[in-house]
């Protein structure tokens, strides 16, 4: 196996049992929105995959509602309250979403990609409003979940999905680093960088671009399948374009250098949203707001620009040499 | 003719924009190994030639047989996979990433299979792009990132990107324009050499007539979208209507509008 | 079955302040290439103002139609404070840079504005009925309508023309048509680019606020509005071609049949029809209905 494949499993696997151990020692409220976190970060870590191939997603809510509603209703309707059946469908459900929407839209760029999305989510969001029979605006609520057949009580619940949270999570991150770094990667940059020349050189842009719509769309599934389970209760509003907004937000300060970053901006935006909600109820979106400006003018790189600081080759940083580059490329 | 066997053929090509004839009969057989330049005057219609071998403009008529075979409607992907390579008159670079990185970008385009697990610096994929970078004598800057690189490096690297793929077609869009005077030979003749070991067919536009003498087996001569001279390199050069029309109107080699558009996109 | 008529007068009265809107976004769009999601804060903020300055009108005991002026004034205000504080204090920071960070400058000057709105003005709804009722009712086929929403019909077209004639027949237009065709070249030729761009989202900024003022008396002024009209207004200009003044208009005029279309026939399709429409184009004609490939225009 090659070094770096070996760092890379080998950074995931120590940052999971950290993860795993520190779970056991937080308060209930944070493991709560630890879990919560991690759910925006799964989505925000699609639009990553993306930004990475040069497209902005403003309307990820779509593959999140779709995987929270795939989940939701197979809990409800058929009973299954199996966490990781939950999550499997609900990536699945998204990723094939994602498989069919990709082609349609893989030839639009820059604005025009992104207000697509948002156009497509907003169509889910009016469908599901009206649609009664699952709830309509209210949304509906879910069982807890089981997980291999056992029932966590009420104080242990919260520990069992958090669990989940961190395994999976650690797990797609993985799995992202692995793709960032290998030759498909690298293809996606170039595409970033300069489609004519890819085309010329023989590869084909709308084959990444699809299949990195479809990474994204599977992620956005599994983030929000997840969160159908954390907050207990899904409605139209997971596909609302403020939504999909939250999720852009997280992506931009996290920065496409890292892949633990997307966790660390999600729990940033998670925790302001809880201060802020305490403290200053009224302002909560001017707060994000006026952190989104910042993080574009200060910190351009996002977070993960300051992992690559700290850590000059470490495992989130990626390969030093040409993550380097990328970082005089980020906008 | 250096050799009996044609390689690529174009048939009664037909291009306007607008009002302007870019193409007009354009007949054209070429052997397969030849060494072919094109000449003219900006807006002649060389590029729009390499364009439409290419697939990035599809003639109003006409057809372009590859290998016998019609390629006229593919697009640039389809004739690159094709084996049919170009490179830029403005080089098509992926600017922050080093040269290195650049190679192996094309490596990664040339239809090889490579797992998503595995990185995209496995030692044989870098040894196969630094190969190609000593080449071209472009081993010293592997691992600057191009846009700090000067003219004739950029030039150089990507036409090493375009020959990755071993293509049985090599078309250099002025290779040796935006470099100076001086750096345009050695420019040249390092081409030459990287290109010397492969049967590969060069076509390329220039306008420095010394250099179309000395490394072209034959010339086309374009004039208002028309080959007005298709010979070995003395006879072109010495029809009346090459030097009135082409040779005569001597200038600074500009890039045309389309081109520029094209390095934007 | 509704009548055909119905929906028409509906879906153009719809229209034509989604039409003052989306004429607003385009301008921007076409000259400085920023697509303004804040925009749709513009509109509500006009129409917060309008709701504050319209009541002193009568409150000064002057006559109802002075409302009106207050509402105009209104929406002056919202542009003056606005348009300068956006523009030269941040966006010029971005000018060059990625349309798509440009775009999400404006996604967080929006959150700030939704705020800062409910600040102001806290979160219950605020009624404006009196402008309303100043040019009585008019009668079409066998229906009644109230004369200031066919009277917005006649704003949105004086916008409109406005905006074109500036746009064509003016010494300033026809800097700015050059400013869009090559601000580096109209930059050499010593057109003062910051000028033209301060002056043209001046000019977006006004006719949102212009549209919100002008709706306050048809809508409960309430926060959320800005959400719904800059998506539909988004809507507008991808269907009409972004940067293009007919097709904000064919856009417009698109969105508020469709839409009223579907109030009246298929009401559980009011929510998406637009932004299905809005996909349908896209996947078509990506350029929009009236904008041509590649060719800058407004």
Same mark, same amino acid.
């Given at each position: 196996?090659?070094?770096?494949?070996?760092?890379?499993?080998?950074?995931?696997?120590?940052?999971?049992?950290?993860?795993?151990?520190?779970?056991?020692?937080?308060?209930?409220?944070?493991?709560?929105?630890?879990?919560?976190?991690?759910?925006? /970060?799964?989505?925000?870590?699609?639009?990553?995959?993306?930004?990475?191939?040069?497209?902005?997603?403003?309307?990820?809510?779509?593959?999140?509602?779709?995987?929270?509603?795939?989940?939701?209703?197979?809990?409800?309707?058929?009973?299954?309250? @199996?966490?990781?059946?939950?999550?499997?469908?609900?990536?699945?459900?998204?990723?094939?979403?994602?498989?069919?929407?990709?082609?349609?839209?893989?030839?639009?760029?820059?604005?025009?990609?992104?207000?697509?999305?948002?156009?497509?989510?907003?169509?889910?969001?009016?469908?599901?409003?009206?649609?009664?029979?699952?709830?309509?605006?209210?949304?509906?609520?879910?069982?807890?979940?089981?997980?291999?057949?056992?029932?966590?009580?009420?104080?242990?619940?919260?520990?069992?999905?958090?669990?989940?949270?961190?395994?999976?999570?650690?797990?797609?991150?993985?799995?992202?680093?692995?793709?960032?770094?290998?030759?498909?990667?690298?293809?996606?940059?170039?595409?970033?960088?300069?489609?004519?020349?890819?085309?010329?050189?023989?590869?084909?842009?709308?084959?990444?671009?699809?299949?990195?719509?479809?990474?994204?769309?599977?992620?956005?599934?599994?983030?929000?399948?997840?969160?159908?389970?954390?907050?207990?209760?899904?409605?139209?509003?997971?596909?609302?374009?403020?939504?999909?907004?939250?999720?852009?937000?997280?992506?931009?300060?996290?920065?496409?250098?890292?892949?633990?970053?997307?966790?660390?901006?999600?729990?940033?935006? &998670?925790?302001?949203?809880?201060?802020?909600?305490?403290?200053?109820?009224?302002?909560?979106?001017?707060?994000? /707001?006026?952190?989104?400006?910042?993080?574009?003018?200060?910190?351009?790189?996002?977070?993960?620009?300051?992992?690559?600081?700290?850590?000059?080759?470490?495992?989130?940083?990626?390969?030093?040499?040409?993550?380097?580059?990328?970082?005089?490329?980020?906008? | 003719?250096?050799?009996?066997?044609?390689?690529? &053929?174009?048939?009664?090509?037909?291009?306007?924009?607008?009002?302007?004839?870019?193409?007009?009969?354009?007949?054209?057989?070429?052997?397969?190994?030849?060494?072919?330049?094109?000449?003219?005057?900006?807006?002649?219609?060389?590029?729009?030639?390499?364009?439409?071998?290419?697939?990035?403009?599809?003639? *109003?008529?006409?057809?372009?047989?590859?290998?016998?075979?019609?390629?006229?409607?593919?697009?640039?992907?389809?004739?690159?996979?094709?084996?049919?390579?170009?490179?830029?008159?403005?080089?098509?670079?992926?600017?922050?990433?080093?040269?290195? &990185?650049?190679?192996?970008?094309?490596?990664?385009?040339?239809?090889?299979?490579?797992?998503?697990?595995?990185?995209?610096?496995?030692?044989? +994929?870098?040894?196969?792009?630094?190969?190609?970078?000593?080449?071209?004598?472009?081993?010293?800057?592997?691992?600057?990132?191009?846009?700090?690189?000067?003219?004739?490096?950029?030039?150089?690297?990507?036409?090493?990107?375009?020959?990755?793929?071993?293509?049985?077609?090599?078309?250099?869009?002025?290779?040796?324009?935006?470099?100076?005077?001086?750096?345009?030979?050695?420019?040249?003749?390092?081409?030459?050499?990287?290109?010397?070991? @492969?049967?590969?067919?060069?076509?390329?536009?220039?306008?420095?007539?010394?250099?179309?003498?000395?490394?072209?087996?034959?010339?086309?001569?374009?004039?208002?979208?028309?080959?007005?001279?298709?010979?070995?390199?003395?006879?072109?050069?010495?029809?009346?209507?090459?030097?009135?029309?082409?040779?005569?109107?001597?200038?600074?080699?500009?890039?045309?509008?389309?081109? @520029?558009?094209?390095?934007?996109? | 079955?509704? *009548?055909?008529?119905?929906?028409?007068?509906?879906?153009?009265?719809?229209?034509?302040?989604?039409?003052?809107?989306?004429?607003?976004?385009?301008?921007?769009?076409?000259?400085?290439?920023?697509?303004?999601?804040?925009?749709?804060?513009?509109?509500?903020? %006009?129409?917060?103002?309008?709701?504050?300055?319209?009541?002193?009108?009568?409150?000064? %005991?002057?006559?109802?139609?002075?409302?009106?002026?207050?509402?105009?004034?209104?929406?002056?205000?919202?542009?003056?404070?606005?348009?300068?504080?956006?523009?030269?204090?941040?966006?010029?920071?971005?000018?060059?840079?990625? &349309?798509?960070?440009?775009?999400?400058?404006?996604?967080?000057?929006?959150?700030?504005?939704? *705020?800062?709105?409910?600040?102001?003005?806290?979160?219950?709804?605020?009624?404006?009925?009196?402008?309303?009722?100043?040019?009585?009712?008019?009668?079409?086929?066998?229906?009644?309508?109230? /004369?200031?929403?066919?009277?917005?019909?006649?704003?949105?077209?004086?916008? %409109?023309?406005?905006?074109?004639?500036?746009?064509?027949?003016?010494?300033?237009?026809?800097?700015?048509?050059?400013?869009?065709?090559?601000?580096?070249?109209?930059?050499?030729?010593?057109?003062?680019?910051?000028?033209?761009?301060?002056?043209?989202?001046?000019?977006?900024?006004?006719?949102?606020?212009?549209?919100?003022?002008? +709706?306050?008396?048809?809508?409960?002024?309430?926060?959320?509005?800005?959400?719904?009209?800059?998506?539909?207004?988004?809507?507008?200009?991808?269907?009409?071609?972004?940067?293009?003044?007919? /097709?904000?208009?064919?856009?417009?005029?698109?969105?508020?049949?469709?839409?009223?279309?579907?109030?009246?026939?298929?009401?559980?399709?009011?929510?998406?029809?637009?932004?299905?429409?809005?996909?349908?184009?896209?996947?078509?004609?990506?350029?929009?209905?009236?904008?041509?490939?590649?060719?800058?225009?407004?």
């Amino acid at each position: 196996m090659h070094a770096s494949t070996r760092r890379t499993y080998l950074s995931g696997l120590i940052l999971a049992a950290a993860l795993l151990v520190v779970g056991f020692l937080l308060p209930a409220w944070l493991l709560f929105t630890v879990t919560k976190a991690i759910g925006y /970060g799964l989505v925000a870590l699609g639009i990553i995959t993306l930004m990475r191939g040069g497209l902005v997603s403003f309307g990820q809510g779509l593959v999140y509602c779709i995987g929270a509603y795939a989940a939701g209703l197979l809990a409800t309707r058929i009973g299954v309250t @199996e966490a990781p059946l939950l999550l499997l469908v609900g990536m699945v459900a998204s990723g094939l979403v994602g498989l069919l929407v990709g082609p349609l839209i893989a030839r639009y760029r820059g604005i025009f990609f992104a207000m697509l999305t948002v156009a497509l989510s907003m169509v889910l969001y009016g469908i599901l409003v009206k649609m009664n029979a699952i709830g309509g605006s209210d949304g509906f609520t879910l069982p807890e979940p089981t997980f291999f057949g056992w029932q966590p009580d009420v104080g242990t619940s919260d520990l069992a999905l958090y669990v989940t949270a961190v395994i999976v999570a650690c797990a797609a991150a993985t799995a992202c680093r692995l793709y960032y770094d290998s030759m498909a990667g690298m293809m996606a940059l170039a595409v970033r960088e300069n489609e004519l020349r890819v085309e010329y050189l023989g590869s084909s842009v709308f084959n990444v671009t699809v299949r990195n719509f479809a990474i994204a769309a599977a992620l956005g599934g599994l983030g929000g399948s997840l969160n159908a389970m954390a907050l207990g209760h899904i409605d139209p509003l997971f596909s609302f374009w403020t939504t999909s907004g939250e999720f852009v937000f997280i992506s931009v300060l996290a920065g496409h250098l890292s892949v633990g970053a997307v966790f660390v901006s999600a729990l940033i935006l &998670e925790l302001v949203r809880s201060f802020s909600n305490r403290y200053f109820p009224e302002t909560w979106q001017m707060i994000i /707001g006026i952190f989104l400006i910042a993080t574009i003018i200060f910190l351009p790189g996002g977070v993960g620009s300051l992992f690559q600081r700290v850590l000059k080759r470490g495992p989130a940083a990626g390969r030093g040499e040409s993550a380097e580059n990328e970082g005089r490329a980020a906008p | 003719m250096t050799s009996d066997t044609v390689i690529l &053929e174009a048939r009664d090509l037909q291009k306007r924009f607008g009002a302007v004839v870019a193409a007009q009969d354009i007949n054209v057989k070429v052997a397969s190994g030849e060494k072919l330049s094109l000449i003219g005057a900006n807006g002649a219609g060389k590029t729009t030639f390499m364009n439409m071998v290419t697939g990035y403009l599809k003639p *109003d008529s006409g057809a372009i047989l590859l290998e016998g075979g019609d390629v006229t409607k593919l697009n640039p992907r389809q004739i690159t996979q094709r084996g049919v390579c170009r490179s830029f008159q403005i080089p098509q670079l992926y600017e922050p990433m080093t040269a290195l &990185e650049n190679v192996m970008v094309a490596i990664g385009a040339s239809g090889r299979r490579f797992s998503f697990f595995q990185p995209a610096d496995l030692n044989e +994929t870098v040894e196969q792009a630094r190969a190609m970078l000593k080449r071209f004598a472009l081993d010293p800057y592997a691992h600057r990132p191009v846009s700090e690189l000067p003219g004739g490096v950029r030039k150089l690297l990507d036409i090493a990107m375009a020959l990755v793929r071993n293509p049985k077609i090599l078309l250099l869009d002025e290779p040796t324009s935006g470099v100076s005077v001086d750096e345009k030979f050695p420019l040249m003749e390092t081409v030459m050499e990287a290109l010397a070991a @492969e049967a590969v067919t060069v076509i390329f536009v220039e306008h420095d007539m010394d250099i179309v003498t000395r490394y072209s087996d034959r010339v086309l001569a374009f004039y208002q979208g028309q080959v007005i001279a298709d010979d070995d390199p003395s006879e072109v050069l010495s029809d009346p209507a090459v030097q009135k029309y082409v040779t005569g109107t001597a200038g600074p080699a500009t890039a045309p509008a389309g081109a @520029e558009k094209e390095a934007e996109a | 079955m509704y *009548d055909v008529l119905t929906i028409l007068v509906d879906g153009v009265v719809y229209a034509s302040w989604l039409f003052i809107v989306a004429l607003g976004l385009t301008l921007i769009f076409g000259v400085l290439r920023i697509l303004n999601i804040a925009h749709g804060s513009m509109y509500a903020i %006009g129409a917060y103002a309008a709701v504050t300055l319209a009541p002193l009108a009568p409150a000064l %005991g002057l006559p109802p139609v002075f409302s009106l002026l207050a509402m105009l004034i209104a929406a002056l205000a919202v542009a003056i404070v606005l348009a300068p504080l956006m523009e030269r204090g941040l966006l010029r920071l971005f000018y060059g840079r990625d &349309e798509v960070l440009i775009l999400l400058i404006t996604y967080a000057v929006f959150l700030i504005l939704e *705020d800062v709105s409910k600040l102001i003005w806290g979160v219950n709804p605020y009624y404006l009925f009196e402008p309303r009722n100043l040019f009585g009712t008019v009668e079409i086929g066998d229906l009644f309508y109230v /004369g200031y929403d066919l009277m917005l019909i006649a704003l949105a077209a004086v916008c %409109g023309l406005a905006v074109w004639l500036g746009l064509n027949k003016t010494k300033v237009g026809k800097i700015v048509l050059a400013v869009i065709h090559n601000p580096d070249v109209s930059a050499c030729m010593g057109v003062n680019i910051a000028r033209i761009y301060l002056l043209a989202f001046f000019v977006g900024v006004f006719l949102a606020a212009l549209a919100g003022a002008f +709706t306050a008396p048809l809508i409960s002024v309430q926060p959320g509005i800005s959400v719904s009209v800059i998506i539909l207004s988004f809507a507008v200009v991808i269907i009409g071609g972004l940067g293009s003044i007919p /097709g904000a208009a064919i856009g417009a005029v698109v969105v508020g049949i469709v839409r009223a279309a579907a109030v009246y026939e298929l009401p559980e399709a009011e929510i998406f029809i637009v932004y299905l429409v809005m996909a349908i184009v896209l996947v078509f004609r990506p350029e929009g209905l009236f904008q041509r490939t590649q060719a800058r225009k407004i």
